[in-house]
Nanobody, 119 residues
C-alpha cells in the first residue's frame, strides 16, 4: 500500500527556518522521485524541489539558495523519507506544502502540511 505522510509545518517568523519531512512507502514498488510542492491561497500548486532515487535534485527558482531537499533511502527505495530544509523564510512562502512520490510511473500525494510565515 502506497502511503505519503508529511509533517513539520507550523508558524514561523520571517527569516526563520522550518524542516519538513515526508515519510513515504511505495508498497511493492520502488519510489523513483520524491518532490515537494506548495499551494498558496488562491494560487495554483507549484513545484518547490524534487529528488530522484539516484540523488538528482531540481529546485524551482523561489527555492534556490534558501531551501534544501534531501532524502534518506532504504536499500530498495520502498520506504524513503524526504526532507525540505527551509531557511530565510518569507511571508510569500506561506502555503500548504505537499509531498508527491512517483512509483512505477504513478503519482501519489500526501495530505499536505501548513506553513505560515508571519510576524
Amino acid at each position: 500500500q502506497v502511503q505519503v505522510v508529511e509533517s513539520g509545518g507550523g508558524l514561523v517568523q520571517p527569516g526563520g527556518s522550518l524542516r519538513l519531512s515526508c515519510a513515504a512507502s511505495g508498497g511493492v514498488g520502488s519510489i523513483y522521485i520524491m518532490g515537494w510542492y506548495r499551494q498558496a491561497p488562491g494560487k495554483q500548486r507549484e513545484l518547490v524541489a524534487t529528488i530522484t532515487a539516484g540523488g538528482s535534485i531540481t529546485y524551482a527558482d523561489p527555492a534556490k539558495g534558501r531551501f534544501t531537499i534531501s532524502r534518506d533511502s532504504a536499500k530498495d527505495n520502498r520506504n524513503d523519507t524526504a526532507y525540505l530544509q527551509m531557511n530565510a523564510l518569507e511571508p510569500e512562502d506561506t502555503a500548504v506544502y505537499y509531498c508527491k512520490i512517483t512509483v512505477w510511473g504513478y503519482d501519489y500525494w500526501g495530505q499536505g502540511t501548513q506553513v505560515t510565515v508571519s510576524s
